[in-house]
């Protein structure tokens, strides 16, 4: 990722934008065809279902990324109370994707994966893999 500073850290969610543009050339081609006879409805429908496909897939992409925020904070939270002093400090060491799998393990299991984890640099997939005891995650939307 780029560094942030205060001229770069503005968020231009593109995806919103194009998103903003199909339902915006739908309107005029739907309200061209009711209003004044031009022959775009066909094109107004078409616009119409790429604006809503794509807030569709810009909804999941963004709940995604929020659920992955919050389960970041949480595992920071978790292995401060459940891991010794200093051991915690390492979940830094591991990507959201591999913090985000590693969230299934038992508390039991948790700090020796997170070694693992670090000291073999695993793929998420290999975390999940190496799990013992799941710790069901019932909230993920």
Do not use: N
């Amino acid at each position: 990722m780029t560094e942030q500073s205060y001229a770069s850290h503005g968020h231009h969610p593109i995806p919103t934008y194009v998103a903003a543009v199909f339902g915006l050339v739908a309107i005029v081609c739907l309200v061209g065809a009711w209003a004044f006879g031009w022959p775009t409805h066909e094109a107004g429908t078409v616009s119409l279902s790429l604006s809503v496909a794509a807030l569709v897939a810009i909804s999941r992409l963004y709940t995604t990324r929020l659920q992955d925020r919050l389960i970041l904070l949480e595992m920071k939270v978790r292995c401060a109370e459940v891991l010794p002093a200093g051991q915690d400090e390492r979940l830094g060491e591991l990507s959201p994707r591999q913090v985000v799998a590693l969230r299934f393990a038992s508390d039991a299991e948790l700090g020796a994966l997170l070694d693992r984890a670090i000291r073999e640099h695993m793929p998420p997939r290999a975390i999940k893999q190496a799990i013992t005891h799941w710790r069901g995650d019932h909230f993920r939307a």
